[in-house]
């Protein structure tokens, strides 16, 4: 059964950073081969992708994110990081991880807030 853990969440004031985490489980060295992401989703409002990162390295970025959040992954941990800096009260969300396999099939991690005070 493949697990996502996300850590790393918070309560920061604008202007400071935050590093998440999110380690799988489950997916043995299958884990190098999937593609990863970062959602969040704010009170009241839809679920966005923030950032994904590919088997290969490439990586997308939200406009919103661009130049201020990096997606990374340690492929002997099994994790995926999304450094978060020049955080915006706006940035408040749940952040969900989620892995997509080489099969297709996806899994989503449980989520961890993040709140960034003005």
């Known amino acids: 059964q493949v697990q996502l853990v996300e850590s790393g969440g918070g309560l920061v004031q604008a202007g400071e950073s935050l590093r998440l985490s999110c380690t799988a489980s489950?997916?043995?060295?299958?884990?190098?081969?999937?593609?990863m992401h970062w959602h969040r989703q704010a009170p009241g409002k839809q679920r966005d992708l923030v950032a994904a990162?590919?088997?290969?390295?490439?990586?997308y970025y939200a406009d919103s994110v661009k130049g201020r959040f990096t997606i990374s992954r340690d492929n002997t941990k099994n994790t995926v990081y999304l450094q978060m800096n020049s955080l915006k009260p706006e940035d408040t969300a749940v952040y969900y991880c989620?892995?997509?396999?080489?099969?297709?099939?996806?899994?989503w991690g449980q989520g961890t807030q993040v709140t960034v005070s003005s």
């Open positions: 989620q892995i997509r396999r080489s099969n297709g099939v996806e899994y």
């Open positions: 489950g997916v043995g060295v299958g884990f190098s081969r999937s593609r």
């Open positions: 990162i590919g088997s290969d390295g490439s990586t």
